[in-house]
């Protein structure tokens, strides 16, 4: 069974990255430039997973996540954060709005593969 997982990041060349590792790995990846891009795409579209960046233009990834998670059919997706963030209170935030697993960035592909995988047993 084919998984779809939407990446959401503001950088093209990550996107990019990203898309071609898990690509390789035989998922389906969506992109999406931001939070708003987002949640745009989401509407009427399933997806397995979201991995998405925290810092974005129009919404950033704390408020996407947020957005999720008040949402029935959101919140049990898991959603990881791909991002340069390592703060603890960054992490910690995001743990209490429902982030299911943070990843800081530059990322080694097979652990990516890995996480996902994790995720979607």
């Excluded at 060349?13 to 389906?28: C, D, E, N, P, V």
């Excluded at 059919?73 to 209490?96: H, S």
């Excluded at 697993?101 to 995988?117: A, E, Q, R, S, T």
Aim: charged share 30%.
């Amino acid at each position: 069974m084919e998984r779809n997982i939407l990446i959401v990041d503001d950088s093209e060349s990550m996107r990019q990255l990203i898309s071609y590792t898990l690509m390789g790995a035989g998922f389906k990846v969506l992109e999406a430039v931001d939070g708003k891009d987002a949640l745009r795409k989401l509407n009427g579209t399933k997806v397995d997973m979201i991995i998405s960046d925290l810092n974005m233009p129009k919404i950033d990834g704390l408020c996407l996540l947020k957005a999720l998670r008040n949402h029935s059919a959101f919140r049990f997706i898991p959603i990881v954060m791909l991002t340069t963030e390592a703060q603890l209170e960054k992490v910690v935030e995001a743990k209490k709005a429902g982030v299911s697993g943070w990843i800081v960035k530059p990322f080694k592909p097979d652990k990516l593969v890995k996480v996902v995988k994790k995720f979607l047993k």
